[in-house]
């Protein structure tokens, strides 16, 4: 679903259409970028549950205020501090296959999968630094959809089906998202009422409650009892930390990303880089792939917590998620991806959490299980991006899809600046993503070249949200506003 206007009020594109009615009534209410795309986060607690929570974590990226643009980091980080034992030691993984139908992925969940969350923080620290409205306005609507629920979409009743193994994993998850021990099907209602309840907490108190108040110390004694990992120092240490975003020429323009230590980021701008040297077909696409995949070896990964790593890795080269964008009306731009993984398969009674399960999952721990130490912020893909022209924003986009992320925003971002699409055209375009010797593609993607060129390559038989979740809003330069929700995970776009 896509929105296109000259008001000038402002367009937002999110993962579900409660989540952007949301965010685009906040923009109507007089409030600012970062006020929308919050209201957006909350709503999609209870609109996309088993994509994103209060137990997730993620990064917000704001431009266009009076300061300088920022990336505000509240992604999750390793767990142990203070525990007596190395939590290698101490967690168990439980996997569980996912199977997208033209392709396999192995996720663990269990309490030993669970990292220190960052989104109370996140939320809180983002209202602190751009709100302009009262969190609790913010999270009326969510809270309230909570409590009366809201019935799946085709999108989320396909994530519901595939995630059935983590499901159904505890009898406490199983009585939220899988009833009778089925998972909810497309039209059954989702409704949490503890959620509302934590939301109103996270209102009125902040997000102390949830690191260092009753939530919290309930959440880790749960864990504590089932072999988890996460400490309650894990969680009194925890800060969000703003970041100065990393910048990519292309085409003119500069393009502002994730820094380390997150890894999305700097892998997109090294991309960016090396397409900006010429053609932008599908041959030389899977090259630069390629190309980012081979460079995410160990030592980038141990790399990434180092001082200036970013500075010195593109130097060298230079010359399941959801996601939120929104341009407001003074052409302000908040760009937020969020995750809780696949969820750990751990409900906690009365907390309204089901945390996330980032320390399963294999593409943040290429290293190993448990491999970073206590306090570490994982290396997620996850790069929420804008684009600057002469005259301020002029793209604000991000993805959901782990390690499919990078080569989805990639392609976004050529089919506008390369080939001119709008926002809509150019994130519903058939995509290309190159993974362990392999081109997985899309229906109507070109790959004859490829199959020339000796290439394996495996046909999709149609658009699946392996290939990302591509939220995009775009400022043309006669000032038109346009936006495009992925219909991949079933997002829509909506004008203020």
């Not at 880790?220 to 100065?244: C, E, H, I, N």
């Not at 323009?253 to 090396?274: I, K, M, Q, S, Y």
């Not at 809003?473 to 079933?490: E, K, M, N, Q, Y």
């Amino acid at each position: 679903m896509s929105g296109r206007t000259r008001t000038g009020g402002g367009v937002i594109a999110a993962g579900h259409p409660l989540s952007a009615q949301a965010g685009a009534q906040v923009l109507r209410d007089g409030g600012n970028a970062v006020d929308a795309a919050v209201a957006a986060m909350l709503t999609s607690f209870t609109a996309e549950p088993l994509l994103t929570g209060l137990g997730a974590g993620g990064y917000l990226m704001a431009a266009g205020f009076d300061a300088d643009p920022v990336l505000l980091d509240f992604f999750v980080a390793a767990p142990g501090r203070g525990a007596p034992t190395p939590p290698r030691e101490r967690a168990q993984l439980q996997a569980v296959t996912v199977d997208f139908g033209d392709a396999t992925q192995v996720f663990h969940c269990g309490a030993g999968s669970i990292g220190t969350w960052g989104m109370p923080a996140g939320i809180a620290e983002a209202m602190h630094r751009w709100g302009t409205i009262p969190l609790r306005d913010l999270v009326a609507p969510a809270a309230a959809h909570a409590r009366a629920g809201v019935p799946l979409n085709a999108s989320q009743a396909y994530v519901s089906q595939i995630l059935e193994g983590i499901l159904t994993s505890t009898p406490e998850c199983a009585a939220v998202h899988a009833p009778g021990g089925r998972a909810l099907a497309e039209g059954d209602r989702f409704a949490w009422p503890d959620l509302a309840d934590a939301l109103e907490l996270l209102a009125e108190e902040g997000a102390a409650p949830f690191y260092r108040g009753d939530v919290a110390e309930r959440v880790v004694g749960w864990l504590a009892a089932r072999g988890g990992a996460l400490t309650a120092v894990d969680l009194r240490s925890y800060l969000a930390m703003p970041r100065a975003p990393v910048p990519a020429a292309y085409r003119g323009r500069t393009v502002l990303t994730n820094p380390p230590p997150n890894a999305g980021g700097v892998l997109l701008a090294a991309a960016l880089d090396e397409l900006d040297r010429g053609d932008v077909g599908a041959a030389r696409l899977v090259d630069v792939m390629e190309a980012a995949q081979g460079a995410r070896t160990d030592a980038f990964v141990a790399g990434l917590d180092e001082r200036g790593f970013g500075e010195r890795f593109l130097a060298s080269r230079l010359g399941s998620t959801t996601h939120v964008s929104v341009l407001d009306g003074e052409n302000r731009a908040c760009a937020v991806t969020v995750t809780n993984g696949e969820g750990s398969g751990v409900v906690v009674p009365g907390t309204g959490m089901h945390p996330n399960n980032i320390m399963g999952e294999e593409d943040l721990n290429p290293l190993g299980f448990h491999a970073f130490p206590a306090g570490r912020r994982m290396p997620s893909m996850m790069a929420p991006t804008v684009v600057l022209g002469a005259d301020g924003v002029e793209l604000v986009l991000g993805s959901a899809g782990s390690s499919r992320i990078r080569s989805a925003i990639l392609q976004t971002i050529v089919g506008v600046l390369d080939h001119g699409l709008e926002a809509d055209a150019a994130v519903d375009a058939p995509r290309l993503h190159f993974e362990d010797d392999t081109v997985y593609a899309e229906p109507g993607a070109d790959v004859a070249a490829l199959e020339a060129a000796g290439r394996r390559v495996v046909a999709f038989r149609e658009r699946n949200l392996f290939f990302g979740g591509v939220q995009a809003v775009r400022r043309a330069p006669d000032g038109t506003l346009s936006g495009a929700g992925d219909p991949r995970r079933g997002g829509a776009s909506l004008c203020a």
